[in-house]
Protein backbone atom coordinates (compact mmCIF):
# COMPACT_ATOMS: atom_id res chain seq x y z
CA UNK A 1 0.00 0.00 0.00
CA UNK A 2 0.97 3.83 -0.49
CA UNK A 3 0.19 6.50 1.39
CA UNK A 4 0.16 10.22 0.22
CA UNK A 5 -1.12 13.38 2.88
CA UNK A 6 -3.24 16.19 1.47
CA UNK A 7 -1.37 18.64 4.07
CA UNK A 8 -4.21 20.74 5.37
CA UNK A 9 -3.05 21.68 9.18
CA UNK A 10 -5.05 20.16 11.59
CA UNK A 11 -7.56 18.79 8.77
CA UNK A 12 -4.35 16.56 6.99
CA UNK A 13 -5.78 13.35 5.32
CA UNK A 14 -4.01 10.40 4.20
CA UNK A 15 -4.47 8.62 0.53
CA UNK A 16 -3.82 5.05 0.81
CA UNK A 17 -3.70 3.34 -2.63
CA UNK A 18 -3.11 -0.22 -3.31
CA UNK A 19 -4.64 -3.59 -4.13
CA UNK A 20 -7.05 -4.83 -1.97
CA UNK A 21 -7.78 -2.64 0.50
CA UNK A 22 -11.43 -3.10 0.57
CA UNK A 23 -10.45 -6.49 1.86
CA UNK A 24 -8.61 -4.70 4.61
CA UNK A 25 -10.35 -5.40 7.89
CA UNK A 26 -7.09 -3.29 9.81
CA UNK A 27 -7.14 -0.39 7.45
CA UNK A 28 -10.79 0.22 7.53
CA UNK A 29 -10.69 -0.07 11.41
CA UNK A 30 -8.53 2.41 11.56
CA UNK A 31 -10.15 4.68 9.11
CA UNK A 32 -13.81 4.68 10.14
CA UNK A 33 -13.53 4.74 13.68
CA UNK A 34 -17.22 6.05 14.40
CA UNK A 35 -20.27 3.73 16.42
CA UNK A 36 -22.53 5.01 13.55
CA UNK A 37 -21.81 4.36 9.68
CA UNK A 38 -23.99 5.17 7.04
CA UNK A 39 -22.51 3.95 3.71
CA UNK A 40 -23.65 5.49 0.32
CA UNK A 41 -23.47 3.84 -2.80
CA UNK A 42 -25.41 2.75 -5.60
CA UNK A 43 -26.88 0.17 -7.39
CA UNK A 44 -23.71 -0.81 -9.50
CA UNK A 45 -21.44 -0.62 -7.36
CA UNK A 46 -23.11 -2.34 -4.28
CA UNK A 47 -23.72 -5.55 -5.58
CA UNK A 48 -19.55 -5.74 -6.61
CA UNK A 49 -18.52 -4.10 -3.57
CA UNK A 50 -20.57 -3.36 -0.66
CA UNK A 51 -19.97 -7.02 1.32
CA UNK A 52 -16.33 -6.97 1.21
CA UNK A 53 -17.02 -3.16 2.63
CA UNK A 54 -19.11 -4.34 5.11
CA UNK A 55 -17.21 -7.29 5.85
CA UNK A 56 -14.15 -5.12 7.24
CA UNK A 57 -15.83 -2.53 8.71
CA UNK A 58 -16.42 -2.94 12.82
CA UNK A 59 -19.11 0.07 13.44
CA UNK A 60 -21.13 -1.96 15.44
CA UNK A 61 -24.57 0.45 13.84
CA UNK A 62 -24.07 0.52 10.10
CA UNK A 63 -26.45 1.90 7.89
CA UNK A 64 -26.54 1.32 3.64
CA UNK A 65 -28.21 3.92 1.40
CA UNK A 66 -28.06 2.48 -2.31
CA UNK A 67 -28.82 5.09 -5.09
CA UNK A 68 -29.60 4.85 -8.62
CA UNK A 69 -26.91 4.82 -10.97
CA UNK A 70 -26.28 7.93 -12.86
CA UNK A 71 -25.14 11.88 -13.14
CA UNK A 72 -29.02 12.48 -13.72
CA UNK A 73 -29.76 11.64 -9.88
CA UNK A 74 -26.91 13.78 -8.45
CA UNK A 75 -29.46 16.48 -7.57
CA UNK A 76 -31.15 17.92 -4.20
CA UNK A 77 -33.44 15.34 -4.13
CA UNK A 78 -31.09 12.58 -3.71
CA UNK A 79 -29.30 14.87 -1.40
CA UNK A 80 -32.55 14.99 0.80
CA UNK A 81 -32.90 11.65 0.92
CA UNK A 82 -29.68 10.28 2.31
CA UNK A 83 -30.57 13.08 5.04
CA UNK A 84 -33.60 11.28 5.55
CA UNK A 85 -31.98 8.22 5.85
CA UNK A 86 -29.39 10.04 8.08
CA UNK A 87 -32.41 11.64 10.37
CA UNK A 88 -34.68 8.59 10.80
CA UNK A 89 -31.76 6.11 11.81
CA UNK A 90 -30.94 8.74 14.16
CA UNK A 91 -27.66 9.68 13.46
CA UNK A 92 -25.38 11.76 15.74
CA UNK A 93 -22.85 14.24 15.22
CA UNK A 94 -20.01 11.63 15.65
CA UNK A 95 -20.86 9.34 12.60
CA UNK A 96 -19.15 8.64 9.41
CA UNK A 97 -20.22 8.61 6.35
CA UNK A 98 -18.28 5.70 3.75
CA UNK A 99 -18.99 6.94 0.06
CA UNK A 100 -18.17 3.84 -2.32
CA UNK A 101 -18.54 4.57 -6.04
CA UNK A 102 -17.23 7.05 -8.61
CA UNK A 103 -17.25 10.33 -8.71
CA UNK A 104 -21.43 10.93 -8.49
CA UNK A 105 -21.86 8.91 -5.01
CA UNK A 106 -18.27 10.22 -4.00
CA UNK A 107 -19.60 14.10 -4.56
CA UNK A 108 -23.36 13.38 -3.27
CA UNK A 109 -22.45 11.77 -0.10
CA UNK A 110 -19.53 14.28 0.54
CA UNK A 111 -22.36 16.93 0.24
CA UNK A 112 -24.35 14.94 2.66
CA UNK A 113 -21.59 14.87 5.36
CA UNK A 114 -20.74 18.86 5.10
CA UNK A 115 -24.98 19.37 5.43
CA UNK A 116 -26.03 16.69 7.92
CA UNK A 117 -25.48 18.40 11.61
CA UNK A 118 -23.66 21.20 9.81
CA UNK A 119 -20.60 18.61 9.02
CA UNK A 120 -20.08 14.90 10.02
CA UNK A 121 -16.99 13.10 9.16
CA UNK A 122 -16.78 11.27 5.83
CA UNK A 123 -14.21 8.69 3.80
CA UNK A 124 -13.90 8.45 0.30
CA UNK A 125 -13.91 4.78 -1.38
CA UNK A 126 -13.71 6.32 -5.14
CA UNK A 127 -14.00 3.19 -7.24
CA UNK A 128 -13.50 4.54 -10.92
CA UNK A 129 -9.98 5.75 -12.00
CA UNK A 130 -11.55 8.95 -12.38
CA UNK A 131 -13.04 9.49 -9.11
CA UNK A 132 -9.33 7.88 -7.56
CA UNK A 133 -7.14 9.97 -9.05
CA UNK A 134 -9.22 13.24 -8.93
CA UNK A 135 -12.87 13.76 -7.80
CA UNK A 136 -12.33 11.41 -4.65
CA UNK A 137 -9.46 13.80 -3.36
CA UNK A 138 -9.43 17.60 -2.41
CA UNK A 139 -12.87 17.80 -0.75
CA UNK A 140 -14.89 19.19 -3.57
CA UNK A 141 -18.68 18.29 -3.06
CA UNK A 142 -21.79 19.07 -4.52
CA UNK A 143 -24.98 17.99 -6.85
CA UNK A 144 -26.65 19.91 -9.58
CA UNK A 145 -29.08 22.18 -10.49
CA UNK A 146 -31.47 21.81 -13.49
CA UNK A 147 -29.69 24.92 -15.51
CA UNK A 148 -25.65 23.77 -14.50
CA UNK A 149 -23.28 21.12 -13.04
CA UNK A 150 -21.72 21.30 -9.56
CA UNK A 151 -23.67 24.61 -8.80
CA UNK A 152 -24.95 23.28 -5.04
CA UNK A 153 -22.04 22.49 -3.02
CA UNK A 154 -19.44 22.98 -0.13
CA UNK A 155 -15.27 22.68 0.21
CA UNK A 156 -15.31 19.57 2.61
CA UNK A 157 -12.44 17.33 3.33
CA UNK A 158 -12.68 13.76 3.60
CA UNK A 159 -11.22 11.76 7.17
CA UNK A 160 -9.19 9.83 4.63
CA UNK A 161 -9.45 8.58 1.02
CA UNK A 162 -9.15 4.84 0.22
CA UNK A 163 -8.34 3.67 -3.35
CA UNK A 164 -8.43 0.16 -4.16
CA UNK A 165 -6.80 -0.16 -7.57
CA UNK A 166 -8.27 -4.08 -7.60
CA UNK A 167 -12.00 -2.10 -8.20
CA UNK A 168 -10.54 -0.88 -11.86
CA UNK A 169 -10.64 -4.48 -13.12
CA UNK A 170 -14.65 -4.36 -13.29
CA UNK A 171 -14.88 -0.73 -14.67
CA UNK A 172 -16.42 -0.61 -18.05
CA UNK A 173 -13.32 0.61 -20.79
CA UNK A 174 -15.31 3.38 -21.45
CA UNK A 175 -15.25 4.49 -17.80
CA UNK A 176 -11.37 4.00 -17.74
CA UNK A 177 -10.36 5.75 -20.46
CA UNK A 178 -12.38 8.88 -19.10
CA UNK A 179 -10.23 8.05 -16.37
CA UNK A 180 -7.34 8.74 -17.79
CA UNK A 181 -7.83 12.45 -19.33
CA UNK A 182 -7.28 13.53 -15.91
CA UNK A 183 -4.38 11.69 -15.55
CA UNK A 184 -3.02 12.89 -18.95
CA UNK A 185 -4.48 16.25 -17.37
CA UNK A 186 -1.59 16.14 -14.49
CA UNK A 187 1.02 15.23 -16.60
CA UNK A 188 0.15 18.33 -19.14
CA UNK A 189 -0.34 21.09 -16.60
CA UNK A 190 2.35 20.03 -14.14
CA UNK A 191 4.47 17.66 -15.18
CA UNK A 192 6.30 16.52 -18.39
CA UNK A 193 8.76 13.63 -16.91
CA UNK A 194 4.90 12.01 -16.43
CA UNK A 195 3.71 13.07 -19.69
CA UNK A 196 6.71 11.25 -21.04
CA UNK A 197 6.55 8.25 -18.79
CA UNK A 198 2.38 7.64 -19.68
CA UNK A 199 3.82 7.70 -23.63
CA UNK A 200 5.93 4.96 -22.49
CA UNK A 201 4.11 2.90 -20.79
CA UNK A 202 0.00 3.26 -21.90
CA UNK A 203 0.04 -0.23 -23.08
CA UNK A 204 0.75 -1.53 -18.78
CA UNK A 205 -2.05 1.25 -17.86
CA UNK A 206 -4.55 0.17 -20.27
CA UNK A 207 -3.59 -3.30 -19.26
CA UNK A 208 -3.97 -2.51 -15.67
CA UNK A 209 -1.12 -3.93 -14.50
CA UNK A 210 -1.04 -3.54 -10.84
CA UNK A 211 2.56 -1.28 -10.40
CA UNK A 212 1.74 1.32 -13.59
CA UNK A 213 -1.70 1.63 -12.13
CA UNK A 214 -0.25 2.55 -8.70
CA UNK A 215 2.47 4.64 -10.51
CA UNK A 216 -0.76 6.86 -12.44
CA UNK A 217 -2.80 7.27 -9.40
CA UNK A 218 -0.12 7.82 -6.99
CA UNK A 219 1.49 10.50 -9.15
CA UNK A 220 -2.29 11.88 -10.04
CA UNK A 221 -3.13 12.80 -6.43
CA UNK A 222 0.53 13.73 -5.31
CA UNK A 223 0.34 16.16 -7.88
CA UNK A 224 -3.48 17.33 -6.74
CA UNK A 225 -2.43 17.41 -3.16
CA UNK A 226 0.05 19.85 -3.70
CA UNK A 227 -2.31 21.89 -5.35
CA UNK A 228 -5.02 21.46 -3.18
CA UNK A 229 -2.95 21.82 0.06
CA UNK A 230 -1.75 25.21 -1.45
CA UNK A 231 -5.18 26.68 -2.79
CA UNK A 232 -7.74 24.70 -0.65
CA UNK A 233 -10.61 26.64 -1.81
CA UNK A 234 -9.61 27.28 -5.85
CA UNK A 235 -8.59 31.67 -5.46
CA UNK A 236 -5.43 30.96 -7.79
CA UNK A 237 -3.49 27.66 -8.47
CA UNK A 238 -5.95 25.15 -7.87
CA UNK A 239 -7.66 26.44 -11.08
CA UNK A 240 -4.76 25.06 -12.96
CA UNK A 241 -6.99 21.57 -12.42
CA UNK A 242 -9.49 22.66 -14.70
CA UNK A 243 -7.44 22.23 -18.13
CA UNK A 244 -9.58 21.63 -21.35
CA UNK A 245 -12.93 21.79 -18.62
CA UNK A 246 -14.06 25.23 -19.90
CA UNK A 247 -14.66 23.81 -23.76
CA UNK A 248 -15.20 20.54 -21.62
CA UNK A 249 -18.50 21.65 -19.77
CA UNK A 250 -19.20 23.55 -23.15
CA UNK A 251 -19.53 20.12 -25.13
CA UNK A 252 -21.30 18.42 -21.89
CA UNK A 253 -24.14 20.81 -22.26
CA UNK A 254 -24.14 20.84 -26.03
CA UNK A 255 -24.08 16.78 -25.73
CA UNK A 256 -27.05 16.74 -23.22
CA UNK A 257 -24.66 15.07 -20.88
CA UNK A 258 -25.17 11.84 -22.70
CA UNK A 259 -23.11 12.33 -25.80
CA UNK A 260 -19.23 12.25 -24.01
CA UNK A 261 -18.38 11.35 -20.51
CA UNK A 262 -17.05 13.74 -18.32
CA UNK A 263 -13.52 12.85 -19.14
CA UNK A 264 -14.06 12.32 -22.70
CA UNK A 265 -15.23 16.00 -23.23
CA UNK A 266 -12.27 16.76 -21.04
CA UNK A 267 -10.08 15.30 -23.29
CA UNK A 268 -11.68 17.22 -26.86
CA UNK A 269 -11.55 20.29 -24.51
CA UNK A 270 -7.23 19.80 -23.54
CA UNK A 271 -6.74 19.29 -27.33
CA UNK A 272 -8.76 22.60 -27.98
CA UNK A 273 -6.81 24.70 -25.20
CA UNK A 274 -3.82 23.20 -26.57
CA UNK A 275 -4.83 24.79 -29.88
CA UNK A 276 -5.46 27.90 -28.64
CA UNK A 277 -1.74 28.07 -26.98
CA UNK A 278 -0.24 27.25 -30.17
CA UNK A 279 -2.50 29.75 -32.00
CA UNK A 280 -1.27 32.24 -29.26
CA UNK A 281 2.69 31.16 -29.83
CA UNK A 282 3.27 29.35 -26.41
CA UNK A 283 2.84 25.84 -27.36
CA UNK A 284 4.91 24.28 -30.60
CA UNK A 285 2.26 22.72 -32.90
CA UNK A 286 4.61 19.26 -32.23
CA UNK A 287 3.44 19.26 -28.57
CA UNK A 288 -0.30 19.67 -29.73
CA UNK A 289 0.32 16.19 -31.67
CA UNK A 290 2.00 14.63 -29.22
CA UNK A 291 -1.12 14.96 -26.71
CA UNK A 292 -3.89 14.35 -29.26
CA UNK A 293 -1.60 11.17 -29.57
CA UNK A 294 -1.31 10.23 -26.58
CA UNK A 295 -5.49 10.85 -25.31
CA UNK A 296 -6.54 9.06 -28.56
CA UNK A 297 -4.18 5.98 -27.36
CA UNK A 298 -5.89 6.27 -24.48
CA UNK A 299 -8.80 5.61 -26.21
CA UNK A 300 -10.42 9.14 -25.86
CA UNK A 301 -11.84 11.57 -28.17
CA UNK A 302 -9.71 14.43 -29.96
CA UNK A 303 -12.63 16.18 -31.79
CA UNK A 304 -16.05 17.85 -31.77
CA UNK A 305 -16.14 18.61 -35.63
CA UNK A 306 -20.18 18.95 -35.97
CA UNK A 307 -20.39 20.94 -33.27
CA UNK A 308 -21.25 24.70 -33.81
CA UNK A 309 -18.51 26.99 -32.54
CA UNK A 310 -20.79 29.78 -31.73
CA UNK A 311 -22.90 27.83 -29.53
CA UNK A 312 -19.80 26.52 -27.55
CA UNK A 313 -18.18 30.23 -27.25
CA UNK A 314 -21.78 31.23 -25.66
CA UNK A 315 -21.83 28.81 -23.23
CA UNK A 316 -18.05 29.04 -22.30
CA UNK A 317 -19.07 32.80 -21.14
CA UNK A 318 -21.17 31.13 -18.85
CA UNK A 319 -18.65 28.56 -17.40
CA UNK A 320 -18.75 29.37 -13.25
CA UNK A 321 -14.88 30.18 -13.19
CA UNK A 322 -16.04 32.99 -15.52
CA UNK A 323 -15.56 35.64 -12.40
CA UNK A 324 -16.15 39.67 -12.64
CA UNK A 325 -13.33 39.77 -14.61
CA UNK A 326 -14.20 37.80 -16.86
CA UNK A 327 -13.67 34.40 -18.56
CA UNK A 328 -10.17 32.40 -17.59
CA UNK A 329 -8.80 29.91 -18.99
CA UNK A 330 -6.22 27.16 -18.29
CA UNK A 331 -3.23 26.99 -21.17
CA UNK A 332 0.20 25.43 -22.08
CA UNK A 333 3.40 27.21 -22.27
CA UNK A 334 4.58 23.38 -23.26
CA UNK A 335 3.76 20.28 -21.96
CA UNK A 336 4.20 20.33 -17.68
CA UNK A 337 3.30 23.95 -17.60
CA UNK A 338 -0.54 24.98 -17.60
CA UNK A 339 -0.73 28.90 -16.93
CA UNK A 340 -4.41 30.59 -16.15
CA UNK A 341 -4.97 33.25 -18.36
CA UNK A 342 -7.54 35.86 -19.02
CA UNK A 343 -9.18 33.76 -22.13
CA UNK A 344 -8.10 35.67 -25.77
CA UNK A 345 -9.85 37.02 -28.38
CA UNK A 346 -13.44 35.17 -29.50
CA UNK A 347 -11.60 34.82 -33.04
CA UNK A 348 -8.71 32.59 -31.50
CA UNK A 349 -11.02 30.80 -29.92
CA UNK A 350 -13.48 29.75 -33.07
CA UNK A 351 -10.43 29.45 -34.88
CA UNK A 352 -9.34 26.71 -32.63
CA UNK A 353 -13.05 25.07 -32.42
CA UNK A 354 -12.58 25.23 -36.54
CA UNK A 355 -9.69 23.58 -37.12
CA UNK A 356 -9.51 19.76 -38.85
CA UNK A 357 -13.52 21.00 -39.81
CA UNK A 358 -13.12 20.87 -43.61
CA UNK A 359 -10.83 17.79 -43.72
P1 LIG B 1 -19.73 7.86 -12.02
O1 LIG B 1 -19.68 8.06 -10.59
O2 LIG B 1 -21.02 8.10 -12.73
O3 LIG B 1 -19.21 6.39 -12.36
C1 LIG B 1 -19.18 5.95 -13.69
C2 LIG B 1 -19.91 4.62 -13.88
O4 LIG B 1 -19.10 3.57 -13.35
C3 LIG B 1 -21.22 4.54 -13.11
O5 LIG B 1 -22.14 3.81 -13.88
C4 LIG B 1 -20.84 3.76 -11.85
O6 LIG B 1 -21.92 3.10 -11.25
C5 LIG B 1 -19.85 2.79 -12.42
N1 LIG B 1 -18.86 2.24 -11.49
C6 LIG B 1 -18.25 2.87 -10.47
N2 LIG B 1 -17.28 2.08 -9.97
C7 LIG B 1 -17.31 0.93 -10.66
C8 LIG B 1 -16.55 -0.26 -10.62
N3 LIG B 1 -15.51 -0.40 -9.81
N4 LIG B 1 -16.89 -1.26 -11.46
C9 LIG B 1 -17.92 -1.11 -12.35
N5 LIG B 1 -18.64 0.00 -12.46
C10 LIG B 1 -18.34 1.01 -11.62
O7 LIG B 1 -18.66 8.77 -12.79
P2 LIG B 1 -17.17 9.23 -12.44
O8 LIG B 1 -16.52 9.40 -13.75
O9 LIG B 1 -16.54 8.40 -11.42
O10 LIG B 1 -17.42 10.66 -11.79
C11 LIG B 1 -18.04 11.70 -12.49
C12 LIG B 1 -18.58 12.69 -11.50
O11 LIG B 1 -17.50 13.20 -10.75
C13 LIG B 1 -19.28 13.87 -12.13
O12 LIG B 1 -20.47 14.13 -11.42
C14 LIG B 1 -18.30 15.03 -11.93
O13 LIG B 1 -18.94 16.28 -11.80
C15 LIG B 1 -17.63 14.62 -10.65
N6 LIG B 1 -16.28 15.16 -10.47
C16 LIG B 1 -16.00 15.72 -9.27
C17 LIG B 1 -14.74 16.21 -9.02
C18 LIG B 1 -14.41 16.76 -7.68
O14 LIG B 1 -13.32 17.31 -7.52
N7 LIG B 1 -15.27 16.57 -6.70
C19 LIG B 1 -13.74 16.13 -10.02
C20 LIG B 1 -14.06 15.54 -11.24
C21 LIG B 1 -15.35 15.05 -11.46
N1 LIG C 1 -11.45 18.60 -10.22
C1 LIG C 1 -10.85 19.85 -10.00
C2 LIG C 1 -10.59 20.17 -8.57
O1 LIG C 1 -10.73 19.35 -7.70
O2 LIG C 1 -10.25 21.28 -8.29
Sequence with gaps: MDTLEVALGARSYPIYIGPGLLSDAGLLARAVTAQQALIVTNSTVAPLYLERLQAGLRCPEQHVHVLPDGEQYKTLETFAEIIDTLI????HRDACLVALGGGVVGDIGGFAAACYQRGIRYVQIPTTLLAQVDSGVGGKTAVNHPQAKNMIGAFYQPDCVIADTDTLSTLPRREFAAGMAEVIKYGLILDAEFFAWLEAHLEDVLSLDTDALRVIIGKSCELKAAIVAEDEHERGRRALLNLGHTFGHALESIGNYERWLHGEAVSIGMVLAARTSAALGSLDSADVERISTLLTRAGLPTEATDVD?????????LDKKTTAKGLSLVLLEGIGRGVIVAAP???????????????
Design 88 to 91: EARF
Design 309 to 317: AERVLEIMQ
Design 345 to 359: GAEVLRAALEIGRDG
